[in-house]
Structure formats: structure tokens, C-alpha cells
């Protein structure tokens, strides 16, 4: 027997516990608490929804070493007893309402870089875009690959680290559970919450050949914008063809009817010879000729602070999505 059987002594319905619970997270709004709660689906009494959200909590409910623990986590998170829940790099901290209110934070290592790289490997080239991989709109296959229980995205017990504040003395307490499950619910509004979680990039997993296919395609997409072929080459240095065969004889000049002298047009700013090359270094020397923080940049450009962050600590050439590429070149032809 456990504290887990006493912790929580005086019984409380579980129509109760949600009451108190949400007068908790009232009560902590109002005094000015920056909290926020987890709302675990609704349908059919479900934890989560999504590809992801439901992809977390079947892993989660794969490791016997919780099977017996999980089923009170269950109950909280579905009766809103998570106040607060917080996702950063490699921690989940959380606020979960008992008999009283518990504190508790959930370390989980990062995903090793040789498992990365075996993932990112057996996924180039098959997943169409970054919308349909936070969807969860992917093949098969892909989610065989993502979901190996061994080799997957998914943290293995033993890579999953926790401390609660209650007076459990169990390896796993049941607000540790609830809080568990609450990442997968919050997976279902924040899908890129996972990659983050684990301390990788999902934008790595889109290969840079299909970047460049959806840059030159003609056909509008509702998911990017594209790029024209000239601009193409401005960006990435490259000649492409086009329909005019280069020993072509020139179309014979049309006479003017009258003698005017030609007008001088007004001179053009030179273009930058050399062609914006998205790197890590090329990005932090962008932004600071143009003064302007990460969150400016990622306004700027169409995309999130934490992603211009992780872009100027990588190595080598960054896989930029079409839209912030054409914006960075943008910014690097308006550089003096």
C-alpha cells in the first residue's frame, strides 16, 4: 500500500473534484496567474484526438511500468483537474488539483541525434509538407517510422524523469500521470510541441528537393506561395532554362515612324551579385544589418522566435520553407 491510497483522503466526487478544479484556475486568473489548463477531448471520452495527441497516449499506455498508475491520471485530466501545463525543451512543469494543489515538473532526455538521423533518413523525400505532417496527414509508412516504439519520436520510460510534490512516494503518482496525459491532449492544438519537447526540429524532416519543387511549380497552393523562376535563381544561384534557345536570332527591330530621342530611364539599384545563401551565419548577419531582434525576424519572415533561434545554432544549409526563403531575400536585397 501507498500514500497513493491516502493522499488524497477526503473522498471527493468526481462532479466535485472538476468544481473545484475550475474554481482553482478562476481563482488563480484573477489573482494574475499565467495558467494554462488542459482540456482533454470530449467525444466518446477521449484524452485526445489527433494523430499525435492519440499517438502519445498510446505510447504512454504501452509501458507496463505505469499500466497500474495511469488510470487516475486518466480520471484527472478528464475531469480538468491539470490547472496549469507548460511544454518547453526536454520539460513538462504542471499545476494538478487533488485534495489541494500539487506542483510537479516531468524531465525528458532528448532525443538522441543518431536516432535523428536515422528518422530524418528513412523520412527525405516522403512527407509533402510541414502542414501535413503536423496534421498528421502522412503515409503509412512515415507513421510506422515516427511511431517505432523503440527507434520512434516517443520517449522510452526510461528517458522520462519526474518530481510531485504530494506525498506519494510511488515512482509514478497519479498527478504525474494526469499531467502525462496532458501532453497528448495539448499535441492535439500544438502537434509541433512533440518535436520541441524532444529537442529537434521538425522542420528538418522536409527534404529540400521538395522545397524547391513546390518554389517552381505553376499550380497556386492554398499551403504556399511560389516562386518564379528568375527569383529562383536569385536565391539559390542556379541557371535555370528557359524558352528561348541562348543562339536564338534576335527578333528584328521595329523602325520608328518618327525620329524621337530615346528617353534615359531612371537608374535601377543594382541587384546583389551574390545570391542569399541560407545559413546560420548568413541569417544572424541578415538580422543584425537590419537591427532586429528574433521576434522581429520571425515576424518579419512568417515564421515563430524559437524557430529563428534553432535555425542560427545549426550547421551547414537551413531547410527554409518557400514563403520565409523569399522574404529572407527580400531582406538581403534591401541590405546596403
Same mark, same amino acid.
Given at each position: 500500500?501507498?500514500?497513493?491510497?491516502?493522499?488524497?483522503?477526503?473522498?471527493?466526487?468526481? $462532479?466535485?473534484? @472538476?468544481?473545484?478544479?475550475?474554481? =482553482? &484556475?478562476? *481563482? !488563480?486568473? +484573477?489573482?494574475?496567474?499565467?495558467?494554462?489548463?488542459?482540456?482533454?477531448?470530449?467525444?466518446?471520452?477521449?484524452?485526445?484526438?489527433?494523430?499525435?495527441?492519440?499517438?502519445?497516449?498510446?505510447?504512454?499506455?504501452?509501458?507496463?511500468?505505469?499500466?497500474h498508475r495511469l488510470p487516475r491520471g486518466r480520471s484527472y485530466i478528464r475531469h480538468s483537474a491539470v490547472v496549469d501545463l507548460k511544454i518547453q525543451p526536454q520539460q513538462v512543469t504542471a499545476l494538478v488539483y487533488g485534495s489541494e494543489l500539487y506542483e510537479?515538473?516531468?524531465?525528458?532526455?532528448?532525443?538522441?541525434?543518431?536516432?535523428? $538521423?536515422?528518422? @530524418?533518413?528513412?523520412?527525405?523525400? =516522403? &512527407?509533402? *509538407? !510541414?502542414? +501535413?505532417?503536423?496534421?498528421?496527414?502522412?503515409?503509412?509508412?512515415?507513421?510506422?517510422?515516427?511511431?517505432?516504439?523503440?527507434?520512434?519520436?516517443?520517449?522510452?520510460?526510461?528517458?522520462?524523469?519526474?518530481?510531485?510534490?504530494?506525498?506519494?512516494?510511488?515512482?509514478?503518482?497519479?498527478?504525474?500521470?494526469?499531467?502525462?496525459?496532458?501532453?497528448?491532449?495539448?499535441?492535439?492544438?500544438?502537434?509541433?510541441?512533440?518535436?520541441?519537447?524532444?529537442g529537434v526540429d521538425h522542420q528538418e524532416l522536409i527534404a529540400i528537393d521538395s522545397v524547391v519543387s513546390d518554389m517552381t511549380t505553376g499550380k497556386t497552393s492554398r499551403r504556399r506561395r511560389s516562386l518564379k523562376s528568375d527569383a529562383l535563381s536569385d536565391?539559390?544561384?542556379?541557371?535555370?532554362?528557359?524558352?528561348?534557345?541562348?543562339?536564338?536570332?534576335?527578333?528584328?527591330?521595329?523602325?520608328?515612324?518618327?525620329?524621337?530621342?530615346?528617353?534615359?530611364?531612371?537608374?535601377?539599384?543594382?541587384?546583389?551579385?551574390?545570391?542569399?545563401?541560407?545559413?546560420?551565419?548568413?541569417?544572424?548577419?541578415?538580422?543584425?544589418?537590419?537591427?532586429?531582434?528574433?521576434?522581429?525576424?520571425?515576424?518579419?519572415?512568417?515564421?515563430?522566435?524559437?524557430?529563428?533561434?534553432?535555425?542560427?545554432?545549426?550547421?551547414?544549409?537551413?531547410?527554409?520553407?518557400?514563403?520565409?526563403?523569399?522574404?529572407?531575400?527580400?531582406?538581403?536585397?534591401?541590405?546596403?
Open positions: 500500500m501507498s500514500w497513493d491510497d491516502f493522499s488524497d483522503y477526503e473522498y471527493i466526487s468526481v $462532479a466535485e473534484l @472538476k468544481q473545484r478544479a475550475l474554481r =482553482k &484556475i478562476k *481563482s !488563480l486568473q +484573477e489573482s494574475g496567474e499565467q495558467v494554462d489548463p488542459v482540456e482533454a477531448a470530449s467525444s466518446r471520452g477521449l484524452i485526445a484526438k489527433s494523430f499525435w495527441g492519440k499517438a502519445w497516449c498510446k505510447h504512454l499506455e504501452a509501458y507496463s511500468d505505469y499500466e510537479l515538473t516531468i524531465n525528458i532526455d532528448a532525443l538522441p541525434a543518431e536516432k535523428w $538521423a536515422a528518422i @530524418k533518413a528513412l523520412c527525405q523525400g =516522403k &512527407i509533402g *509538407s !510541414l502542414i +501535413e505532417l503536423l496534421q498528421g496527414k502522412i503515409s503509412n509508412e512515415i507513421m510506422a517510422i515516427v511511431m517505432d516504439p523503440k527507434d520512434g519520436l516517443f520517449p522510452q520510460p526510461n528517458e522520462i524523469h519526474f518530481n510531485c510534490n504530494c506525498p506519494d512516494w510511488a515512482d509514478l503518482c497519479k498527478h504525474v500521470a494526469a499531467a502525462l496525459y496532458g501532453v497528448g491532449a495539448r499535441l492535439d492544438t500544438a502537434p509541433e510541441l512533440l518535436f520541441k519537447l524532444r536565391v539559390f544561384g542556379i541557371d535555370l532554362d528557359n524558352d528561348t534557345p541562348a543562339d536564338a536570332a534576335p527578333a528584328p527591330a521595329r523602325r520608328p515612324t518618327r525620329s524621337v530621342a530615346p528617353k534615359t530611364p531612371p537608374p535601377r539599384k543594382a541587384q546583389k551579385a551574390t545570391p542569399f545563401v541560407p545559413t546560420a551565419a548568413m541569417l544572424h548577419k541578415l538580422r543584425k544589418d537590419h537591427g532586429l531582434s528574433m521576434a522581429a525576424m520571425a515576424r518579419e519572415i512568417g515564421v515563430s522566435a524559437p524557430t529563428i533561434s534553432n535555425w542560427e545554432k545549426k550547421k551547414g544549409p537551413l531547410t527554409v520553407n518557400a514563403n520565409a526563403l523569399e522574404q529572407l531575400q527580400r531582406l538581403y536585397q534591401a541590405t546596403d
